[in-house]
Every structure is written in C-alpha cells, then in structure tokens.
C-alpha cells in the first residue's frame, strides 16, 4: 500500500491519500479530538499517536492536525504507519450509527434560496476546500446571512477567514443576490 501526502495551505496539518476509499459518499467527519472520536476506529487509533490533535476524514483522504510542539518530522511517518495498518487490517473507518447531527438554521419560506446556496457550494467550493484537505459545511440562512462550518484543513487555517469573506462570500453574492454575508460558525 503506497499512502501519498500532501502540504495543505494550513502548516499545522498534512493531507494523507491512502488509495482507498475513506468516507466515500458518506460525507465528511470531522474530530477536534479524541473523547469524540469514538466513532471512528480510524481516528480513535490516530489520536494514540502524541501531538494529533485534529483529524478530518474525506471521500479518499485524511487529514491530521498536529499540536504545536508536535513535529512532522517525527509525526508523519507514524501516521503514515497507523494508517497503512487500518486498511491493510481491513478495519472499518467508521462504526455503528454514522449519522452526525446536521442542524440547519433556515427559514423555510427562503427554500429555494437555500437549495442555490447549497448547489454553489457543492458544486464551486467544496471540490476546491477538499482539494487543500478539508470541507465547508452548510449550518444555515438568515436574515441575509449564509452560516458555514469550515472543517479540517480548514478549520484553523490562517487563510480560512480570507477564504470565506473574499472567496465564497463575493461568489454567493453574486449568483444570489439575498445574500449579504457569509459567517463562519463552529460546529
């Protein structure tokens, strides 16, 4: 098993390519650490591992986290290693219910404003966020405002704010002119 990675715009956190099917079309799943990664088998093993302190799982990827004092020196190839033993073991990524809570704010009356903002964002942005290792999550809409949750890569990333306002704020304002803002909001 050949496991590839890569940088991503956030230094604290690497992308690892297994060659395998991570989460597949079953979304995204995103840690912040271990006493809620319960779920997961694959993250519960990584977070064994001294200076993890993020993981993010995508359709083919992983992305880590390390803390501060941590090095990627020393780190990387341990992850490297845990993960290569996951699949190679033929382990589940994740177990049991894998339904996580994705509570919207939205007025129902603003439906259809919803479903562009949506279509913008799976379509526009999220290929692009998975691309550096991460995801945006749709939270809600109101009053003119499109809240997001950035996970991964993202979430911590010095340029994720910039991302937001500059990025996928002009671009949601242009196609859907109710909106007036984009927020970033925490899990």
């Known amino acids: 098993m050949f496991i590839e990675t890569e940088a991503t715009p956030n230094p604290a956190t690497l992308k690892f390519l297994p060659g395998e099917t991570v989460m597949g079309e079953r979304g995204t799943a995103d840690f912040t650490g271990a006493e809620v990664a319960a779920?997961?088998?694959?993250?519960?093993?990584?977070?064994?591992?001294?200076?993890?302190?993020?993981?993010?799982?995508?359709a083919d990827f992983i992305t880590v986290t390390k803390t501060n004092e941590a090095d990627w020196a020393t780190l990387r190839?341990?992850?490297?290693?845990?993960?290569?033993?996951?699949?190679?073991?033929?382990?589940?990524?994740?177990?049991?219910?894998?339904?996580?809570?994705?509570?919207?704010?939205?007025?129902?009356?603003?439906?259809?404003?919803v479903a562009q903002i949506k279509e913008l964002l799976d379509t526009r942005v999220r290929p692009a966020v998975a691309g550096d290792g991460?995801?945006?999550?749709?939270?809600?809409?109101?009053?003119?405002?499109?809240?997001?949750?950035?996970?991964?890569?993202?979430?911590?990333?010095?340029?994720?704010?910039?991302t937001?306002?500059?990025?996928?704020?002009?671009?949601?304002?242009?196609?859907?002119?109710?909106?007036?803002?984009?927020?970033?909001?925490?899990?």
């Open 164 to 187: 937001l306002k500059h990025g996928v704020e002009n671009m949601l304002r242009h196609y859907v002119p109710e909106v007036v803002a984009v927020e970033q909001v925490e899990a």
């Open 39 to 58: 779920r997961s088998p694959l993250a519960t093993r990584l977070f064994e591992l001294e200076g993890v302190a993020r993981i993010f799982l995508g």
């Open 77 to 113: 190839p341990q992850v490297l290693g845990a993960v290569m033993e996951h699949f190679m073991a033929g382990r589940p990524v994740m177990a049991g219910d894998e339904a996580e809570d994705m509570a919207e704010d939205t007025d129902p009356a603003d439906a259809e404003v």
């Open 134 to 162: 991460g995801d945006i999550v749709f939270r809600g809409f109101r009053d003119g405002i499109v809240k997001l949750h950035m996970q991964g890569a993202c979430s911590g990333c010095p340029s994720s704010r910039a």
